[in-house]
């Protein structure tokens, strides 16, 4: 077949695809107005959610059972559980999952159960796990809580500029550590009818040296100071006086950040240890704040062929941006009654209170939108960006509502700005290193620095905004022109990987007058030609963050294929070969429903630990893709 049959038979199918996709895409609306894809993860939600209600007397037989049969379902032939599709076994996950299935029923001498010991013995053991699976165990004494660092409640005490505070934290660690600071102060016992000494390797390594030239070793030693104390702070006077008055901050910190919708931060991690907090603090489980916890964990369980299975999170205000501007990149027309109730919806999801990010920014109006909904306590600059991206392309219903509302997201986003000129996602210079060194600190990232993907989302939203501060738009620029990889490629945070941040970076960066034919668009056009797979598509396995030789690796999937078609068309590189079979190869996946399917995990919770399948992704991105390629070389989409 020659090049230019190629092109007709892409441009043949194309047409038809699209509408397909786009067709799809739009009935998955829900009639108030808005998206939500499901959002996958691990087995550790479930097997934390029966030892939550293990602890609190509240597992039941039903629930049990189903989630049980989830947890089995996701078990894999080594007896493993991993973190993502396609992973490796993961310790920590599988001695959650094992421990789990043991409250189910599991028997240690089933060949499943036999087979997750071994691995777990093999890997370390018990021993070797992170400290929030220590922590799980040492609440039904099959771990000593002292052998758990000290996280005393008292460091509420210290004031916002003082360093290790907690507002140094990002924002879903500082909600985790409130709250395990009040869990691990009372250091709760509740025995299980088991043990799980099959799990132990006995190697118990030796605590690491207290070098006192590194800030590891200092921690360390504060750490056995800490411990000290918190043999001291049990007991009288210093119970009733010092931590009284710590557990009483830390209590009403919590209650004070509880959203709408139950949750803390609308997250899985801290949601559980808040309801651990309060009811250790003596709230009984009907309190209104725990009895509406448990409410919002209900909205977030899944059902299907006898499982269930708990989101770590929802996204639809993202899922209905990326929604909307995916419609109108496909040629729906921006008054179409679909898209003007999607916008009405976003408006309404405008929060204009002020959250933890004030306390870095005392001065700043709010204006914003969060990822779910309802976390008023935490907008995002990630969100934001997008939404107003997506209400931008909208005939609006209410003209002046709508440039009111992008007016002070505008002005919130430029004051979020870091000092370097560039955005995190939550948080303005959150950026202390040094947290990671805390004996604690294993559980992922746990501060929120600017990174590329989100800030492209930004400088692409500036952009066009008549009110916006020119000079914000340069110094993100820069700071993106100084960010890229030496393969020409950008480090994704909220994304897998260097697939997802060049997919960011490039449409931003040409948006804001760098030239495609520039070193930077060059480079970055070089690294995705460079990392097509020979199927046409592209695909980045998450081992990227840990292993350099996975950068732009990995198997085809649908929703980077996309990103590197985004990027390659903002590029001028539309009419490109590597463009071109990339469109192929979304175009000979499709399946009948007009989406895609995708296993593999392409979206990022904390680098190196924690990742999400976002299901929505599969169908947004490859309709903004075909959608743009199609506009770019006058492909027929019935537009």
Not at 290 to 297: D, M, N, P, R, Y
């Amino acid at each position: 077949m020659t090049v230019k049959d190629a092109e007709s038979v892409s441009v043949d199918a194309l047409g038809p695809a699209l509408r397909r996709a786009r067709d799809y895409l739009a009935s998955l609306q829900h009639p108030s107005g808005w998206w939500k894809g499901e959002l996958e993860t691990n087995v550790t939600m479930d097997a934390e959610d029966l030892m939550l209600r293990q602890f609190l007397g509240i597992r039941g037989a039903t629930e049990t059972s189903e989630a049980a049969a989830w947890i089995r379902s996701c078990q894999r032939d080594d007896g493993t559980w991993a973190n993502f599709f396609g992973g490796p076994g993961d310790l920590s996950t599988t001695v959650e999952a094992y421990v789990a299935l043991r409250l189910a029923g599991d028997g240690p001498g089933t060949p499943h159960m036999a087979a997750a010991a071994r691995f777990i013995r093999e890997s370390g053991g018990v021993e070797r796990a992170r400290v929030f699976t220590h922590i799980w165990l040492s609440l039904f004494g099959l771990w000593s809580w002292d052998d758990v660092p000290a996280i005393p409640p008292e460091v509420l005490f210290l004031p916002a500029r003082f360093p290790l505070n907690v507002y140094e934290f990002g924002c879903w660690a500082r909600q985790t550590v409130v709250a395990l600071t009040v869990v691990a102060a009372y250091r709760p016992v509740r025995p299980l009818p088991f043990g799980i000494d099959e799990l132990r390797s006995g190697q118990r390594s030796e605590r690491e040296r207290r070098d006192l030239r590194t800030w590891r070793g200092r921690f360390l030693l504060i750490d056995d100071v800490a411990t000290l104390y918190e043999r001291l702070a049990r007991r009288a006077p210093v119970r009733q006086t010092v931590r009284e008055a710590a557990l009483v901050r830390a209590e009403r910190w919590i209650v004070r950040r509880q959203e709408a919708d139950g949750s803390w931060g609308g997250i899985q991690p801290p949601w559980v240890y808040s309801i651990l907090a309060l009811y250790l603090r003596g709230y009984p489980l009907d309190h209104p704040v725990l009895a509406k916890s448990f409410e919002g964990i209900d909205g977030f369980l899944v059902r299907r062929d006898g499982m269930r299975w708990l989101e770590a999170c929802q996204s639809p205000v993202w899922d209905t941006a990326l929604a909307v501007i995916a419609l109108r990149d496909a040629g729906v027309p921006a008054d179409d009654p679909r898209l003007r109730r999607a916008a009405s919806w976003l408006l309404a999801e405008e929060i204009t209170l002020r959250g933890d990010w004030a306390i870095r920014r005392p001065g700043l109006e709010p204006g914003g939108w969060a990822f779910e909904f309802a976390n008023d306590n935490y907008p995002d600059v990630d969100d934001t960006a997008e939404v107003v991206l997506a209400l931008r392309r909208v005939d609006p219903e209410d003209p002046a509502r709508t440039a009111a509302a992008i007016d002070r997201a505008v002005r919130w986003t430029e004051g979020m700005v870091s000092s370097e000129g560039a955005w995190g996602a939550f948080d303005a210079d959150n950026e202390r290193d040094l947290l990671y060194e805390l004996p604690f600190c294993d559980f992922g990232a746990v501060i929120d620095p600017p990174s590329a993907d989100v800030t492209a989302h930004v400088v692409e939203m500036l952009c066009p905004e008549a009110l916006a501060d020119p000079v914000r738009v340069k110094t993100g620029v820069c700071w993106l022109l100084d960010a890229q990889e030496p393969d020409g490629s950008w480090f994704g945070r909220w994304g897998v990987n260097y697939i997802y941040g060049t997919g960011a970076a490039v449409p931003a960066l040409v948006r804001a007058g760098v030239s495609p034919d520039s070193d930077a668009i060059r480079r970055a056009v070089t690294f995705l030609e460079s990392h097509q797979n020979p199927d046409g598509g592209w695909g980045e396995d998450i081992r990227s963050y840990d292993d350099p030789s996975w950068r732009g690796r990995g198997a085809s999937t649908a929703s980077q294929t996309a990103w590197a078609i985004l990027a390659l068309v903002a590029a001028g590189d539309a009419r490109g070969e590597a463009c071109r079979h990339g469109v192929e190869y979304l175009v000979a996946t499709q399946d009948g429903t007009g989406g895609w399917d995708e296993p593999y995990f392409t979206g990022t919770g904390f680098p190196g630990d924690f990742y999400l399948n976002y299901h929505l992704y599969r169908i947004v991105f490859p309709v903004s893709a075909l959608g743009r390629y199609a506009a770019a070389t006058g492909g027929d989409a019935e537009r």
